[in-house]
């Protein structure tokens, strides 16, 4: 990881060097010169990093340099990062309006962003230039000692392909014996009551899996009332596994704290209840602290089971189980069925037998374990070559006597084979819990905020972080793939076994805390400069790690507690703003708006100058401090459900490197800031609000023009909109990554109601891109609902109509050609659906015999005045022509529309179309809700 670390470092050298003498940001005399030894020094390191690395894993003394070189690079970075605040500081000094003269403004640069309060700001960064390269100068010469060779990785000259790992299902880890063993163990009636079933066996051996395989079996699924699946691991926290009991039966904890209250709980709420609960990754051989959570489980009813997952037969024999199954290893048959599906996919012939051989001497150094056998098959899918084969079964790791599991040798060569930044992401993972899941979106943008992705080849850094991931992926470090209906991934797990190896890597940089109350873990004087990348959880109110303020090289700070602030003494928070200013990544949200407990945000977060990532989601802030605006490296602000957040600071013009506003559900939300239009960077804006009261520092409609915006962005209070021909063009026409866009036509003007022709013109103007695939029409008051751009649609697949109050007829939707989701609510002028549905009114000229070709989903609900939906149609033009309807129709909902007494007779004969229709007198169809 010291290799991607100092190449990191070099890239940064040059770039702010270079932009400083562009920006005239000089520094002091002869400190040009440090600068060149400072590059020099680098890279005579980075000559030798290559063998230094390789070298760590067998001989300590190499490992202890290469843990100085990186704690050194980690000064060098924060220094040449507060200079590049510097040239921030000064281009934003004069900012040029997209509309106007460039206009002058006056920034004051804080002291307290520098440790060297006496001395001015090029000085101060002269000088800790001096000190990191006085440090770095040591290293350097202490290099010389371990006789090192210069080697130069070759890195990949093709792209990365992104949609290349494979997601292994269980049915192709065979052992189907032990699954058959367990389910019968499971569901079999037994005399004792509440029985341990106890899957032991080495790591990467498969528990996990077959716990997962029974958990979501049928059979398991209908002989039990409750199923609960808690991940153990270290420390056995008997706080948070009942917290996660309880959690998983559907009930909140918040009013609970002390152990007795919780194992109550857990009592009342699986009393004569068949339960089913699996503890995975077992660790513990306190019987005290199990016996006390048994005690409490008894209560369930009879045939009630739990099935445990450990590597350790004390554990077994602690808990008192009599069901043991012993899961052994996958056979050399099974090993290399495995194996030849990941390292053969999609090889020719001829190739995969010329590896064969080889192949399956690799596959039998994996030991039967499937983990070991996903990871090098995954990495030899890659190599094409038999004699990168061959260096594969000769390495030399595979003679290691002292690595912590049999399974980190495939791990390590996987992790070898990595380009240098993936590796620093794929450790950074080892800040979350065992059994996390790992959003995809969030954690590219905290591998952004370290510096970990950049741009490439003029491709954007979040596309280069997707393909980090999906490269990750490939190699079978992640798995438990979570998508959307669009088959995309959006989120993952690591196995516990990578998650240990990414820890093991680490080597305490990056770091999971628990907190309970009972004691604060330590975090040990000899290693806390080396933590820079922490998640807490705290249980209990009135709790925090006050050793964390020692930890002043901090990086990541991230909040996985309920209700942070009820955790927090009253100072902490301008506390950790104020001292922990090396941080990247700051998250204090809530899990949810419920009793959040932070209501301001103290003006220290202006400390926070190498801030790229701020979650403050959830919190019931009502305005965000002007000093959040001195955050010029901000690239992520997510602020999403803050819901009583009413206005944005004034000066969010300086946040130049912003790129993604979360801001989702700020539903008290009055304006924008003008200055929004001057983030040329931004790509991620979810609400942008119409202001009611024609105030000068809120941006207008056509404001959204300077923007090039991503994604999915909802316009609300268009009601508010001044004179609508006054708005020239359409402001997002232009926007050809916006895939998903919501119109709300909400708000009066003026005390007076919008007329229905002002909203059908504006509803015209408003022309988006052709590429989009949703949109959501809200509360509009036109007559009709078909601006001339609607039919150019061509991909839009979601489509909905929300409070369209003086709508009569529905747009002729039937042509969209890739509509797959229809909902229609709250329509109460709409009293007929024909065939105006299906086509333009009177357009003999339609060649279409399919209607709605792709149409998967509708629903119409709360339609109080429809009465009829009739389009029988055999006839297009003079020639008589038979026409398919929603041929691809699988779902029909209808709720509440009182007066529909029919439907289309194609609808009612297909029989393979689940319809839920209820609050609706549809003759002869009464009983319909399959």
């Given at each position: 990881m010291a290799e991607a670390l100092v190449s990191g470092v070099l890239e940064q050298l040059t770039a702010v060097a270079g932009e400083g003498i562009q920006q005239k940001v000089r520094l002091v005399v002869g400190v040009d010169e440090e600068v060149k030894k400072l590059s020099s020094n680098?890279?005579?390191?980075?000559?030798?990093?290559?063998?230094?690395?390789?070298?760590?894993?067998?001989?300590?003394?190499?490992?202890?340099?290469?843990?100085?070189?990186?704690?050194?690079?980690?000064?060098?970075?924060?220094?040449?990062?507060?200079?590049?605040?510097?040239?921030?500081?000064?281009?934003?000094?004069?900012?040029?309006?997209?509309?106007?003269?460039?206009?002058?403004?006056?920034?004051?640069?804080?002291?307290?962003?520098?440790?060297?309060?006496?001395?001015?700001?090029?000085?101060?960064?002269?000088?800790?230039?001096?000190?990191?390269?006085?440090?770095?100068?040591?290293?350097?010469?202490?290099?010389?000692?371990?006789?090192?060779?210069?080697?130069?990785?070759?890195?990949?000259?093709?792209?990365?392909?992104?949609?290349?790992?494979?997601?292994?299902?269980?049915?192709?880890?065979?052992?189907?014996?032990?699954?058959?063993?367990?389910?019968?163990?499971?569901?079999?009636?037994?005399?004792?009551?509440?029985?341990?079933?106890?899957?032991?066996?080495?790591?990467?051996?498969?528990?996990?899996?077959?716990?997962?395989?029974?958990?979501?079996?049928?059979?398991?699924?209908?002989?039990?009332?409750?199923?609960?699946?808690?991940?153990?691991?270290?420390?056995?926290?008997?706080?948070?596994?009942?917290?996660?009991?309880?959690?998983?039966?559907?009930?909140?904890?918040?009013?609970?704290?002390?152990?007795?209250?919780?194992?109550?709980?857990?009592?009342?709420?699986?009393?004569?209840?068949?339960?089913?609960?699996?503890?995975?990754?077992?660790?513990?051989?306190?019987?005290?602290?199990?016996?006390?959570?048994?005690?409490?489980?008894?209560?369930?009813?009879?045939?009630?089971?739990?099935?445990?997952?450990?590597?350790?037969?004390?554990?077994?024999?602690?808990?008192?189980?009599?069901?043991?199954?012993?899961?052994?290893?996958?056979?050399?048959?099974?090993?290399?069925?495995?194996?030849?599906?990941?390292?053969?996919?999609g090889r020719p012939t001829e190739e995969c037998e010329k590896l064969e051989e080889i192949g399956k001497k690799i596959s039998s150094k994996c030991k039967g374990l499937p983990l070991a056998v996903k990871t090098l098959g995954s990495l030899l899918r890659f190599k094409k070559r038999w004699e990168e084969w061959k260096h594969v079964l000769d390495s030399e790791l595979w003679k290691l006597e002292k690595i912590e599991e049999d399974v980190f040798v495939p791990l390590l060569l996987s992790y070898n084979e990595l380009p240098c930044m993936m590796k620093r992401c794929f450790v950074y993972c080892a800040i979350f819990p065992k059994d996390y899941r790992l959003k995809k979106d969030e954690l590219i943008k905290l591998w952004m905020a370290q510096g970990y992705v950049k741009e490439e080849e003029n491709k954007a850094m979040e596309i280069v972080g997707e393909e980090y991931f999906d490269y990750l992926a490939s190699r079978s470090l992640f798995q438990e793939f979570e998508k959307d209906d669009e088959n995309n991934v959006i989120a993952c797990k690591m196995h516990d076994l990578v998650h240990d190896f990414a820890q093991f890597l680490s080597k305490n940089e990056c770091a999971h805390i628990e907190v309970d109350g009972s004691k604060e873990p330590l975090i040990s004087s000899s290693n806390h400069e080396k933590v820079c990348h922490i998640m807490v959880t705290m249980y209990g109110e009135d709790l925090f790690l006050d050793s964390i303020f020692r930890l002043r090289m901090m990086r990541s700070f991230l909040n996985d507690t309920e209700n942070f602030m009820a955790t927090l003494p009253r100072d902490t928070m301008p506390k950790l703003f104020g001292e922990l200013t090396c941080l990247r990544a700051l998250n204090i949200a809530k899990r949810s708006h419920r009793n959040s407990l932070i209501e301001e945000i103290p003006k220290e977060v202006g400390k926070l100058i190498h801030l790229r990532y701020l979650n403050l989601s959830h919190l019931r802030i009502k305005k965000l401090p002007e000093a959040?605006?001195?955050?010029?490296?901000?690239?992520?602000?997510?602020?999403?459900?803050?819901?009583?957040?009413?206005?944005?600071?004034?000066?969010?013009?300086?946040?130049?490197?912003?790129?993604?506003?979360?801001?989702?559900?700020?539903?008290?939300?009055?304006?924008?800031?003008?200055?929004?239009?001057?983030?040329?960077?931004?790509?991620?804006?979810?609400?942008?609000?119409?202001?009611?009261?024609?105030?000068?520092?809120?941006?207008?409609?056509?404001?959204?023009?300077?923007?090039?915006?991503?994604?999915?962005?909802?316009?609300?209070?268009?009601?508010?909109?001044?004179?609508?021909?006054?708005?020239?063009?359409?402001?997002?026409?232009?926007?050809?990554?916006?895939?998903?866009?919501?119109?709300?036509?909400?708000?009066?003007?003026?005390?007076?109601?919008?007329?229905?022709?002002?909203?059908?013109?504006?509803?015209?103007?408003?022309?988006?891109?052709?590429?989009?695939?949703?949109?959501?029409?809200?509360?509009?008051?036109?007559?009709?609902?078909?601006?001339?751009?609607?039919?150019?649609?061509?991909?839009?697949?979601?489509?909905?109509?929300?409070?369209?109050?003086?709508?009569?007829?529905?747009?002729?939707?039937?042509?969209?050609?890739?509509?797959?989701?229809?909902?229609?609510?709250?329509?109460?002028?709409?009293?007929?659906?024909?065939?105006?549905?299906?086509?333009?009114?009177n357009d003999d000229t339609s060649s279409s015999s399919v209607f709605f070709p792709k149409l998967k989903r509708i629903k119409f609900l709360w339609l109080r005045e429809w009465e009829e939906w009739d389009h029988e149609i055999t006839r297009i033009g003079d020639e008589e022509e038979v026409i398919t309807i929603m041929p691809s129709l699988v779902s029909l909902e209808i709720y509440d529309c009182p007066k529909l007494k029919s439907l289309p007779k194609h609808l009612v004969q297909n029989t393979r179309l689940k319809k839920e229709i209820s609050h609706c007198p549809l003759l002869g169809y009464r009983g319909w809700s399959q």
């Open positions: 680098l890279e005579a390191i980075q000559a030798v990093l290559v063998d230094a690395e390789a070298r760590q894993v067998t001989e300590t003394a190499v490992r202890r340099w290469l843990d100085q070189l990186k704690q050194a690079s980690y000064d060098i970075e924060d220094v040449l990062d507060e200079w590049n605040y510097a040239i921030l500081k000064q281009k934003l000094e004069g900012v040029e309006d997209a509309t106007g003269p460039k206009k002058k403004v006056c920034f004051f640069f804080p002291s307290y962003c520098f440790s060297f309060k006496q001395v001015s700001l090029r000085n101060d960064i002269a000088i800790k230039i001096k000190e990191v390269n006085e440090n770095l100068d040591v290293i350097t010469k202490q290099k010389e000692r371990y006789s090192f060779n210069t080697m130069t990785r070759v890195e990949r000259p093709e792209h990365i392909q992104t949609t290349s790992f494979i997601d292994v299902s269980e049915e192709m880890c065979g052992q189907d014996a032990y699954k058959s063993i367990l389910i019968d163990k499971l569901c079999v009636s037994t005399e004792q009551r509440l029985p341990i079933i106890s899957l032991i066996g080495m790591g990467g051996i498969g528990k996990t899996t077959f716990a997962q395989f029974a958990y979501n079996h049928d059979k398991v699924i209908n002989s039990f009332h409750e199923r609960i699946w808690v991940c153990v691991s270290e420390p056995f926290d008997e706080h948070r596994i009942a917290k996660a009991i309880i959690e998983s039966l559907g009930n909140s904890t918040k009013d609970l704290s002390e152990l007795q209250s919780l194992h109550q709980r857990i009592g009342t709420l699986i009393q004569s209840k068949k339960c089913f609960l699996v503890l995975d990754d077992v660790w513990s051989e306190d019987f005290k602290k199990w016996e006390r959570l048994y005690r409490c489980l008894k209560n369930s009813a009879h045939r009630s089971k739990i099935l445990i997952t450990t590597r350790k037969k004390s554990v077994v024999e602690m808990m008192g189980s009599i069901d043991i199954i012993d899961v052994q290893g996958l056979s050399d048959d099974e090993c290399w069925l495995l194996f030849k599906q990941l390292a053969f996919f959040l605006c001195e955050l010029y490296n901000l690239q992520t602000l997510d602020i999403s459900n803050c819901f009583l957040l009413e206005e944005l600071p004034q000066g969010v013009e300086k946040l130049i490197n912003l790129r993604h506003l979360k801001n989702d559900e700020t539903r008290s939300l009055k304006y924008i800031p003008k200055g929004i239009r001057r983030l040329s960077n931004l790509r991620t804006l979810r609400y942008f609000v119409i202001s009611g009261s024609n105030d000068e520092k809120a941006c207008s409609l056509e404001g959204l023009k300077y923007l090039n915006l991503f994604g999915e962005l909802r316009i609300k209070m268009l009601g508010n909109v001044p004179d609508v021909k006054e708005v020239k063009t359409s402001p997002l026409k232009n926007h050809e990554n916006l895939v998903g866009l919501g119109l709300d036509f909400n708000k009066v003007i003026d005390g007076r109601e919008r007329r229905n022709e002002e909203d059908e013109a504006l509803l015209e103007i408003l022309q988006p891109s052709s590429n989009l695939e949703k949109l959501n029409i809200r509360r509009y008051r036109g007559n009709t609902i078909l601006p001339n751009w609607m039919m150019s649609l061509t991909k839009l697949r979601e489509l909905a109509l929300y409070n369209c109050d003086n709508c009569k007829h529905l747009p002729p939707l039937g042509e969209l050609p890739s509509l797959e989701y229809l909902d229609i609510r709250f329509m109460n002028s709409l009293k007929s659906v024909s065939n105006e549905l299906l086509r333009k009114e």
